[in-house]
């Protein structure tokens, strides 16, 4: 079966990266979203925060996964945060991917991120690594299984029956520094006390 995804990356790092593998014809173009050109981001970016808000949620519409391309930085990017909380309250499975290892238009690799999925926290104070898997595109063959893993989280979302709610807070995107947080109300279905996560099988 296939599943429309939505892609999450640090775009000034890691377009070229995303790109590849969006470009490795695992997915017909109307089954991956997230994706747009430099001028087109600059021009949402110039609009304002509730613009960029809005195309993020006017992407997310239709999709049932969304993967997280794991770069050197994107654990410190506040669109990635955001868009990976609207993602689970909206109820869809997420997938962490590292990409570090996949060759840039220079033929270099990067250094290994941290997972963003560590830093949002579920309301009894699990990471939402602790509920969503998170792979290795060169490591673990992404060419071939990126389909397979799609199709296990969402089924693994749908069966779900632990806490769903996150925890308030999110990178700033204003500050100074990554690490300042500032208060961001989570809506998301209700909370079903079950210590059993989707991966517990």
């Known amino acids: 079966m296939t599943r429309k995804i939505f892609f999450s990356f640090h775009y000034e790092r890691d377009a070229w990266r995303a790109g590849q593998i969006r470009n490795s014809d695992l997915l017909s173009p109307e089954d991956n979203v997230g994706f747009i050109d430099a001028a087109a981001w600059e021009e949402i970016k110039r609009k304002g925060d509730a613009a960029v808000e ?6 997310l519409e239709g999709t049932s996964v969304t993967v997280v391309l794991i770069g050197a930085e994107t654990s410190q990017r ?10 689970w309250e909206r109820g869809n499975a997420i997938i962490g ?41 060169v490591n673990d063959d992404g060419r071939s299984n990126l389909g397979t893993w799609a199709n296990e989280a969402a089924n693994a979302r749908v069966s779900y029956k632990g806490v769903t709610t996150l925890k308030a807070g999110t990178l700033d995107r204003h500050a100074a520094t990554p690490s300042l947080r500032k208060s961001y109300a989570t809506t998301g279905p209700t909370v079903i006390n079950n210590p059993s996560g989707p991966w517990a099988q």
């Not at 809005?54 to 992407?59: R, T």
């Not at 506040?78 to 609207?86: G, L, Q, S």
């Open 78 to 87: 506040p669109w990635v945060d955001y868009e990976i909380r609207t993602s």
């Open 54 to 59: 809005k195309w993020i949620n006017e992407q």
């Open 97 to 137: 991917l590292y990409i570090h290892n996949v060759k840039d238009n220079e033929r270099k690799t990067d250094m290994q991120g941290a997972n963003p999925l560590d830093n949002i926290l579920l309301t009894d104070g699990q990471p939402l690594s602790s509920v969503c898997k998170t792979y290795d595109w």
